[in-house]
């Protein structure tokens, strides 16, 4: 049985890579045309808040390898987006991007790592983080943009 739950995992995890680099294409246009266009920025930093928060669930809950590496390669590749789009984004655009990365990807991240850090021990701070990751998912179900 553990071997069919790693088989499914690896799976799980060849899949995920493959919705990560979904927006290569994307990127190509943005760097040949050297412009963000109407394109946001919005589904990458959360997407970043959200690799990153279940990266760090994978660390800290045993037996959890493939979803700390599936999830460190999303933070590598989203990071690469976002980087991308502060390089080719206009001005104000840059400014909007800059201050969510802040907030949402370093604010929240850091705020639920040193709440759940320093106060939460063990299977609590393993839930917690938990929770946080499953809430964060659900912005798969919603369009991109409103």
């Not at 045309?33 to 994978?58: A, D, K, M, Q, V």
């Not at 493939?66 to 840059?94: H, M, Q």
Request: hydrophobic share 55%; net charge positive.
């Amino acid at each position: 049985m553990d071997g069919l739950v790693f088989l499914v995992g690896v799976i799980g995890n060849i899949i995920s890579v493959l919705v990560f680099l979904s927006p290569v294409k994307t990127f190509v246009r943005v760097v040949k045309s050297r412009s963000t266009e109407e394109f946001e920025s919005l589904p990458y930093i959360c997407t970043l808040l959200n690799s990153s928060l279940w990266t760090y669930y994978g660390i800290i809950k045993p037996g959890s390898y493939l979803v700390a590496t599936v999830n460190g390669f999303g933070v590598v590749v989203e990071i690469i987006y976002v980087a991308l789009f502060l390089l080719f984004a206009p001005p104000w655009n840059k400014r909007r991007t800059a201050i969510l990365l802040g907030v949402v990807d370093i604010g929240f991240f850091a705020a639920a790592l040193s709440v759940t850090h320093l106060l939460l021990h063990g299977d609590m701070r393993i839930n917690a983080i938990g929770f946080m990751c499953s809430g964060l998912t659900f912005m798969y179900a919603s369009p991109l943009c409103l």
